[in-house]
Structure formats: structure tokens, C-alpha cells
């Protein structure tokens, strides 16, 4: 029989959804894996923003709200120290977090 000290949680997949899943399920005392098929995690977020499209865009292809795309490439372009999301992909590319 197995004794945890706290509940565990598997989360599929590093995109959008998932990382904010893992984030919330650890804040509420969860111990949690991601596991993400690609090399790198962001998802279809991620390349949707690779290939040029316009956060309204990108909302309407994940079905959320252009506010949080905007929210999220901000955070993904201060994290990088990114000029603008250009520069981000650029960057990105460079240090092997996205392929072409």
C-alpha cells in the first residue's frame, strides 16, 4: 500500500491548458507531473504565434478569450526579454524552446 503525503496529479500535455492546470493543482497542495509529447512545452499556442497569427486569431482557434492570449504572449515575451513577440519567436527558436 502506498502512503502520500499529499495527493498526486498527472497532467497530459504542455500547452495552454495544461501548464495552468499543473499550475492551480500544485498551488492547491498537489504534487504534479507534466508530460508533453514535444520537445518543448506551449502547445498549439505556441505555434500558432510561430506562424504568424494575430492573437484574435489564436483566440478563436483554442476557443478563449483574445484577453488571455494577450496576457499570455505578454508573459511569454517579458520572459524572454523580448522586444515584442517577433523577437520572442526569434529567441525561442535560438535556445531550442520551438522549431520551425
Known sequence: M????????LVIGAGLGGIVTAARLARAGFSVK???KQEAPGGRCSQLIRDGHRNKQIADVLC???????????NLVD???ANDRTHAVT?????GLLSI
Request: aromatic share 10%; glycine share 0%.
Open 64 to 74: 478563449i478569450a483574445e484577453t488571455t492570449v494577450n496576457f499570455h504572449v505578454k
Open 2 to 9: 502506498y502512503s502520500y503525503s499529499h495527493p498526486t496529479a
Open 91 to 95: 529567441l525561442a527558436v535560438r535556445r
Open 79 to 81: 520572459k524572454l526579454n
Open 34 to 36: 507534466v508530460l508533453e
